[in-house]
């Protein structure tokens, strides 16, 4: 079965320090691993997705994340917060095919960022 | 209108009203999804339509009826729900059944 545990349910930086936000999962199988952010009143928006190519991903906003198995970790960072990046993130797993043959996305319980000035 | 939306964005009923929820997405995808979002949880799935077919009923209640007419469209049908299903409603699509997933804005139910 799969899980993901975010360590931190709120995390506080000044804006222009970076950002780390950390997410470890539980897989049976390869999984895919997706980050995700959530601003207030908007829907979910795809920051970056892990699928086993390169180990270190790239998503949009200057974020990134990097994939070890060995610490089952897919951590998210940011060199440099910025006002803007103040939302809610969820770390995602994906290794489960349902009856239908979609996947099954598993999500974390959320970090709250918040940036100071 | 550009990626996935919701109407209406907010939703009060009570408990023996009978309303709907509507997702449409303009991506040209094949899959859709509905998830409940309630606070402190994680999302859960409830319902999985891949062209035009449920392929998955996360053992929700009878209360809460999906449709999916056409591709782009997704409905939730809602009746004599309880307080406990407060919750932000959020529909998804993608492509396929095994790829990335978009969100939309979401629907913010309240039950009284």
């Known amino acids: 079965a799969q899980s993901v545990t975010q360590l931190d349910s709120h995390v506080s930086v000044s804006e222009g320090t970076p950002v780390l936000l950390r997410c470890n999962y539980s897989s049976s199988y390869s999984p895919s691993l997706f980050w995700y952010v959530q601003h207030p009143n908007k829907g979910l928006q795809l920051l970056l997705k892990y699928t086993s190519a390169a180990t270190l991903v790239k998503g949009i906003n200057g974020f990134e994340a990097e994939f070890k198995k060995s610490e089952t970790s897919f951590h998210l960072t940011k060199p440099s917060a910025h006002m803007s990046d103040a939302a809610e993130y969820f770390c995602?797993?994906?290794?489960?095919?349902?009856?239908?043959?979609?996947?099954?996305?598993?999500f974390g319980t959320g970090t709250q960022l918040k940036v100071e000035l | 209108e550009t990626g996935v939306t919701q109407t209406p964005r907010h939703l009060v009923m009570g408990m023996t009203n009978k309303k709907s929820l509507k997702c449409e997405q303009h991506l040209g995808h094949n899959a859709m999804y509905w998830y409940k979002q309630s606070a402190k949880k994680p999302l859960e799935l409830m319902f999985v339509?891949?062209?035009?077919?449920?392929?998955e009923n996360n053992s929700v209640p009878s209360r809460f009826s999906p449709e999916c007419p056409n591709s782009s469209h997704l409905f939730l049908h809602l009746h004599t729900l309880q307080p406990e299903d407060s919750a932000l409603y959020l529909c998804?699509?993608?492509?396929?059944?095994?790829?990335?997933?978009?969100f939309g804005p979401g629907t913010r139910l309240t039950v009284l």
């Open positions: 998804a699509s993608s492509q396929e059944l095994i790829d990335t997933q978009y």
């Open positions: 339509y891949s062209l035009e077919e449920r392929v």
């Open positions: 995602v797993v994906s290794d489960y095919i349902l009856t239908g043959g979609g996947n099954k996305l598993t």
